[in-house]
């Protein structure tokens, strides 16, 4: 019988560079146009690197079917090298969000119950195992069918993975 559960998707890569190395690229939001795999964040957001839970970064989206519109990121994860973790809510200045309107779920600062998480794990001196994780099980339903239950960015995740990968060994 098959199933609609849904469950957070993970993709890992082991990439040639120390957990600090990594994690440095992962909390300076202005670096990650720089190997977001799906293609759609945008240069030009200013934000501080983050530094803790609470921490809030804007961050400038383009997708084909909305055109461009900003999140805010709400950071619920932060270890130092080891995890960092936010959940995506509509920017309160986008002009954007009719776009996305489904009903009140898609009022500017709503979540979409969505979160995104990268988990490093050390292998030795020069290597980390890294993680990205989507978890869309809090979502609403037309959120969890518009990206397959998280599936639908498995492919997003493994390049970005990659685009990190080949960031960390040019640095």
Known sequence: MESNEC?????????????????????????????????MLREGASN?????????????MHFSEVGDYA?????VA????????WTPMLSHADTASDA???????ADGASNGSRWMFELTPEGPDATL???????????EQVRDAVDNGN???????????????????E
């Not at 932060?78 to 973790?85: C, K, P, S, T």
């Open 7 to 39: 469950k957070p998707v993970a993709v890992s890569r082991r990439i040639g560079a120390p957990a600090s190395d990594v994690f440095k690229l992962l909390e300076d939001p202005g670096r990650h146009p720089e190997f977001d795999g799906s293609g």
């Open 48 to 60: 501080a690197p983050i530094s803790g839970v609470g921490d809030v970064f804007h961050m400038k």
């Open 71 to 75: 999140m805010d990121n709400h950071v």
């Open 78 to 85: 932060y270890e130092l090298n080891q995890r960092i973790a």
């Open 100 to 106: 996305f309107a489904d009903g009140a779920d898609a």
């Open 130 to 140: 890294v993680t990205e994780t989507y978890d869309c099980s809090g979502s609403p």
């Open 152 to 170: 639908g960015w498995i492919e997003a995740m493994t390049t970005t993975l990659q685009r990190l990968d080949q960031l960390c060994a040019a």
